[in-house]
């Protein structure tokens, strides 16, 4: 590193990358080839800029209570175990409206 100035001449210039939406590989440069294409959405370009502060990092983990509500259970539905586990049970879970549909169709086949 050479003699540092009073003007601020040495950062850290990130160039554009893809962000992989479902895994955690590193994230490949947009000069390099992509991966194979499907149908889904799986990755983003992210743009950094030369003003990058914590304030603006919005990402966070949603929480087991936000999932519930997100899958329509009831407020208050109890999920037991660690935030770990119920995250895990709500992933596993079937919506109640569309377990009721399920059921309400399962009852017509079988009343005909």
């Known amino acids: 590193m050479g003699t540092v100035t009073s ?13 992989n939406y479902y895994t955690h590989d590193t994230n490949p440069s947009v000069l390099e080839a992509m991966p194979t294409q499907t149908t889904q959405t799986k990755f983003g370009v992210a743009v950094p800029t030369d003003k990058l502060s914590v304030e603006d990092c919005g990402f966070r983990m949603i929480q087991s209570h ?4 997100a899958m329509a259970f009831p407020g208050d ?32 086949t079988l009343c005909v």
Do not use: W
């Open 77 to 108: 539905y109890t999920v037991l175990g660690t935030e770990r586990e119920r995250v895990k049970q709500y992933g596993n879970a079937v919506t109640p409206p569309v377990m009721a549909e399920l059921i309400e169709r399962c009852v017509k």
């Open 66 to 69: 936000e999932i519930g509500s």
């Open 7 to 19: 003007v601020q001449r040495h950062a850290l210039i990130v160039p554009p990358f893809l962000v």
